[in-house]
């Protein structure tokens, strides 16, 4: 009788009209996977003439160019601290007992029976390098294992060394070293000033990660890097220009273009020699990039012909910290502000006149390109990092777990709720509702609710890497992440919320309005046509309501002129707006419709 009233009460609110569909709620559980960082602890030459060696703590990398080019064909959390070679048949060891076989020459990997009489002591794998001349390895390099294969030696090591000889083994080249070697990998000590470690990637496979003044570019998904020097003193920002290209700028104001084969500096590009705080997209498939400076900001493209200088409208005392650009026209720059705070104490019945200085934050909000500037937000806790996922919905990190976002073109900021304290450095979003942030002692935190809530989602157990720093985060497409911390950099696949049983409520619309706008853009006069697919019972008219980037109304058109059936037309002169990116929002009865269109003057 229970489930019957049940399924009598689901089919009561089925008959009043509206349609129900099944919404997501919890995401899956997220895994990470190391890029770099890592050691290599053995090598073995196969059958087929592959390649086939152990990462710590149990994984097992594959190649079958020479080494030019690796992929993993085995996960484990297990150590493992041998491979080798019997026939066709490879086998992976732990200290001395098999744990590990492959038949297929290296592509695939099971456990081995205990009692199938194939664990046994490896015959012959070496666990060191004694031979002259000595390996050209730096100081801090160790070499764990060598193979010989077809009369060539490799040797593997850490932090991520791969050496390969030439028949002779008199001379080596090193084929792949992860990034960050054991000399500075650890976190900067307290007081100290604090290392630039940067991600970011143009394509899915090609990528870079700035570390200090040198560059580790990837070209196979954080396989195998490549160390580029960039010439900079200090290196402080970094963006990928090109699957072969990346713009790097210093602390002291000066830009260098790396490629793979070359440095090129361009430090007659800027004026003021300001330091450099971030370069970015502004508007990535016409090649258009920004620079922003502790004082100004630089609009340019990837050719480098011209450069634009926008100066921001900062008060004295206060610098710029961060920016982002959720479309061409609109720009938001966040600066550190001092706020100043006069006041009396009382001391042993004594007053005296006291001065609190407050560390907060102001935002400055660009709708025309940066043309003019107008602060939107003053006040704020100090906030060192911003990003806006479009052109209304933006978020904000800083010290001390500080984490806000707003929704309305940030004229009011929310606090999120974190589980934590720390620093953090970094928050970005790779579609509107998901998105990750990071700071110090190993934080990492995710949202997939527009940044309401956020939970743990820390690559290593926190207990076991305190002095863990994440600083950078960069999405390489739409599925996949990497967070980049002191010593190590961590990719995730970013999977889709997890279906679940929360209802939600769908109306049907009655009316639906389409609006156009032409030209598109335009300089000033603009024509909107407006269709129906129904017809208004009343015999009225839309209305039609222009906003800028912000959501602020800036025209109300009154003269909406009927033309053919369920069609209407209106035309107005902008030539007034600054230049920009607008919406118009025809409304009739209980529906609604809406264009972007542009003014270009």
């Not at 997890?498 to 619309?509: E, L």
Request: glycine content about 8%; overall charge neutral; proline content about 4%.
């Amino acid at each position: 009788m229970r489930r019957l009233a049940i399924l009598i009460g689901l089919s009561f609110l089925g008959s009043i009209g509206a349609s129900w569909a099944i919404a997501p709620s919890l995401a899956l559980a997220q895994s990470w996977e190391p890029v770099g960082g890592e050691a290599f602890v053995a090598i073995a030459g196969l059958s087929d003439g592959a390649l086939v060696m152990v990462r710590e703590p149990g994984d097992i990398l594959r190649s079958s160019d020479h080494g030019a080019t690796w992929h993993r064909v085995y996960h484990g959390l297990t150590s493992l601290t041998g491979i080798e070679r019997a026939g066709d048949t490879a086998f992976a060891f732990y200290d001395s007992v098999a744990v590990l076989v492959s038949h297929d020459t290296g592509r695939t990997w099971r456990g081995v029976d205990a009692g199938s009489g194939q664990a046994r002591k490896p015959r012959h794998y070496s666990s060191g390098w004694v031979s002259q001349p000595p390996l050209p390895s730096a100081k801090g390099d160790t070499i764990l294992a060598t193979a010989t294969v077809d009369s060539v030696c490799y040797a593997v090591g850490a932090p991520g060394l791969v050496y390969v000889s030439d028949a002779s083994k008199q001379h080596w080249r090193r084929l792949h070293r992860a990034p960050f070697s054991s000399a500075g990998a650890s976190a900067s000590a307290p007081g100290s000033a604090r290392s630039t470690r940067l991600v970011d990637f143009f394509t899915a496979a090609s990528g870079a990660i700035l570390r200090d003044s040198l560059l580790y570019v990837t070209h196979d998904s954080g396989t195998t890097w490549q160390e580029v020097r960039t010439g900079l003193r200090v290196a402080s920002a970094m963006l990928m220009l090109s699957d072969t290209s990346a713009l790097v700028g210093d602390t002291s104001g000066s830009l260098a273009l790396v490629r793979s084969d070359s440095t090129h500096r361009l430090d007659s590009m800027l004026g003021a020699k300001r330091p450099i705080i971030q370069i970015g997209w502004r508007n990535k498939p016409n090649g258009d990039i920004y620079i922003l400076t502790d004082s100004a900001m630089y609009l340019t493209t990837t050719s480098f012909e011209s450069v634009t200088s926008r100066a921001l409208p900062l008060r004295a005392g206060e610098h710029a910290t961060s920016a982002s650009y959720p479309d061409p026209y609109t720009c938001y720059v966040i600066a550190d502000s001092i706020t100043r705070l006069d006041t009396t104490t009382l001391t042993d019945n004594i007053t005296h006149d006291t001065t609190i200085y407050h560390d907060t934050s102001t935002v400055y909000l660009t709708t025309d390109g940066g043309a003019t500037w107008a602060t939107t937000t003053s006040g704020l806790v100090n906030l060192k990092k911003i990003f806006f996922a479009s052109s209304k919905s933006g978020y904000a990190c800083g010290p001390h777990g500080a984490l806000m976002f707003t929704a309305d073109s940030s004229l009011t900021w929310h606090r999120s709720f974190v589980p934590r304290a720390q620093d953090l450095h970094d928050v970005r979003f790779v579609n509107d509702s998901a998105g990750y942030a990071v700071g110090d002692s190993g934080m990492v935190f995710m949202t997939q609710n527009r940044g309401r809530w956020w939970r743990m989602v820390a690559p290593e157990p926190l207990f076991s890497h305190p002095g863990s720093s994440y600083q950078s985060i960069a999405f390489a497409d739409a599925r996949t992440v990497y967070v980049l911390g002191s010593d190590r950099c961590y990719r995730q696949t970013i999977r889709d919320p997890m279906a679940g049983f929360r209802f939600t409520r769908r109306t049907q619309q009655k009316n639906t309005l389409a609006v156009t706008a032409s030209p598109n853009p335009s300089n000033g006069f603009v024509r909107f046509t407006i269709t129906s697919k129904q017809t208004a019972d009343d015999g009225s008219s839309p209305t039609l309501v222009i906003s800028d980037a912000s959501g602020r109304t800036v025209e109300q058109l009154q003269d909406v002129s009927a033309g053919a059936m369920n069609t209407w037309s209106a035309t107005a002169d902008f030539s007034n707006l600054t230049t920009g990116p607008y919406t118009a929002i025809a409304t009739l009865g209980g529906a609604s419709g809406l264009c972007k269109f542009a003014i270009a003057h």
